[in-house]
C-alpha cells in the first residue's frame, strides 16, 4: 500500500472522528484500532500473526481502555496432537512455548485458545494511555522483527 493511500485513509479517519466529536451520539461509541499482519511457515505450518493497537469504550475511564495485541494463528492442523487443537509438528518444535516466553519478554500475557481451526494465541498488554499505546507500535516493530528473522532460520532448518 502506497504512502497516499495510508495518508488519504487516516485523513478520513481524522475526518470521521471530528464529525463525531461534534454529535452527541452516546448509543455510537468511538473505537480505534490499527493493525498489521503477516504470514510466515514453521515446520511446514502456515501461521498468520496479527499485531494490533487498540482504544476500546469500556472501562478505561473518559479515554477508554489502551490495548495492543498479538494474535497468532497457525492454520487448521493436519497432524493434530491427541485431539486438543495442537499442531503435532509445532508442538514438536516448541512453538508455541517460545513464542508464550517471547512475549512474556515484553511484557505481553495471554493463552492458546482452542478453537475449531486449531490453537490461536492472543497475546495482550494495557496501557496508562495514548502516549504508551504510540510507543508500543515501535516495540511491536521490533516483535515483528525478530518474528521475521526466528521463522526464517527455522524454515531454512527443514
Not at 77 to 88: E, F, I, L, N
Not at 117 to 126: A, C, I, M, N
Not at 128 to 133: F, I, M, N, P, R
Request: glycine share 12%.
Amino acid at each position: 500500500m502506497g504512502l497516499t493511500t495510508v495518508r488519504n485513509r487516516l485523513a478520513a479517519i481524522e475526518k470521521l472522528a471530528r464529525f463525531f466529536a461534534g454529535k452527541h451520539l452516546r448509543s455510537w461509541e468511538p473505537r480505534a484500532t490499527f493493525n498489521a499482519v503477516e504470514h510466515f511457515t514453521v515446520g511446514g505450518t502456515r501461521i498468520t500473526v496479527a499485531y494490533s493497537v487498540n482504544v476500546l469504550p469500556h472501562g478505561g475511564g473518559g479515554e477508554g481502555v489502551f490495548r495492543s495485541l498479538v494474535t497468532l494463528s497457525p492454520e487448521r492442523p493436519s497432524k493434530v496432537s491427541r485431539g486438543q487443537g495442537w499442531d503435532a509438528t509445532l508442538l514438536k518444535l516448541g512453538w508455541y512455548r517460545q513464542c508464550d516466553k517471547h512475549l512474556r519478554s515484553f511484557a505481553y500475557r495471554g493463552t492458546w485458545l482452542g478453537t475449531d481451526w486449531g490453537r490461536v494465541g492472543y497475546f495482550t498488554k494495557r496501557h496508562s494511555g495514548a502516549g504508551s499505546l504510540e510507543a508500543e507500535v515501535d516495540t511491536l516493530e521490533s516483535i515483528r522483527a525478530e518474528h521475521r528473522a526466528l521463522w526464517k532460520r527455522r524454515r531454512t532448518m527443514r
